[in-house]
């Protein structure tokens, strides 16, 4: 019920591509979906979130589509660009404490 | 802009120490939390505390334990370090209510010798 389980795994795109990342959750009570970046030796920072009563949101290079009748959600980063090399992680989250995170993706963009 | 900070950015111990790793957010948030993040592993939530003096154990308590005196600072505390906690910690802040994500500070990298 509370996991949310994320792919691939690892991803390696050229640059200029589109890199997908798809996440898919349990519980129905999650009321926040945010997608973190972690750079190696750094934190989490977030990237962009997505409220469930909103099928697509879009910060620049960055969109998230959310289908809650199939509890999924997903990052889009068009123009891929070599500087986006990161960890990605998903998360769900329910009134500012019950937080559940994906496992991670490690993208690379190739040059 | 939401700033958590935390105290070290590395640490080197040996074990059998008392261990003190400190974060400070600057956003009047409710909630902290105190993860580890160990290679395919992802993030493992230790300890949170929705206020201070309140302290809730998360999914792998054992060897650590917390203290919240003021609602800005959040302390994790390893009694007697051991090898196996060998890693990174992250600490996070958020505020409580609907919608509202966490947000990290910079990690510190501990190793225990």
């Known amino acids: 019920q509370q996991q949310v389980k994320q792919s691939p795994q690892s991803l390696i795109v050229q640059k200029g591509g589109i890199s997908i990342i798809n996440c898919a959750y349990e519980?129905?009570?999650?009321?926040?979906f945010p997608w973190y970046q972690q750079f190696p030796g750094k934190g989490p920072a977030l990237l962009i979130a997505?409220?469930?009563?909103?099928s697509e949101k879009k910060e620049g290079r960055f969109t998230i589509s959310f289908n809650k009748s199939a509890k999924q959600f997903s990052l889009h980063i068009m123009d891929s660009q070599p500087g986006d090399s990161a960890t990605y992680f998903c998360?769900?989250?329910?009134?500012?404490?019950?937080?559940?995170f994906g496992p991670g993706t490690r993208l690379s963009v190739l040059p | 802009d939401v700033k958590v900070t935390q105290s070290s950015r590395y640490l080197v111990k040996r074990t059998g120490e008392k261990v003190f790793l400190e974060c400070v957010q600057d956003?009047?948030?409710?909630?902290m939390f105190w993860y580890r993040q160990d290679p395919g592993l992802g993030l493992r939530l230790i300890y949170f505390?929705?206020?201070?003096?309140?302290?809730e154990k998360g999914d792998i308590p054992e060897g650590y334990s917390v203290s919240r005196e003021k609602k800005e600072r959040f302390s994790l505390i390893l009694e007697s370090a051991s090898t196996n906690q060998t890693s990174m910690y992250l600490c996070?802040?958020?505020?409580?209510?609907?919608?509202?994500?966490?947000?990290f500070g910079p990690g510190t990298r501990l190793l225990v010798l």
């Open positions: 998360a769900s989250t329910y009134y500012g404490q019950n937080f559940v």
């Open positions: 519980n129905t009570a999650f009321d926040y």
């Open positions: 997505i409220r469930p009563d909103v």
């Open positions: 956003m009047d948030h409710e909630n």
């Open positions: 505390s929705y206020d201070v003096k309140m302290k």
């Open positions: 996070a802040s958020s505020l409580l209510g609907t919608q509202e994500t966490q947000y």
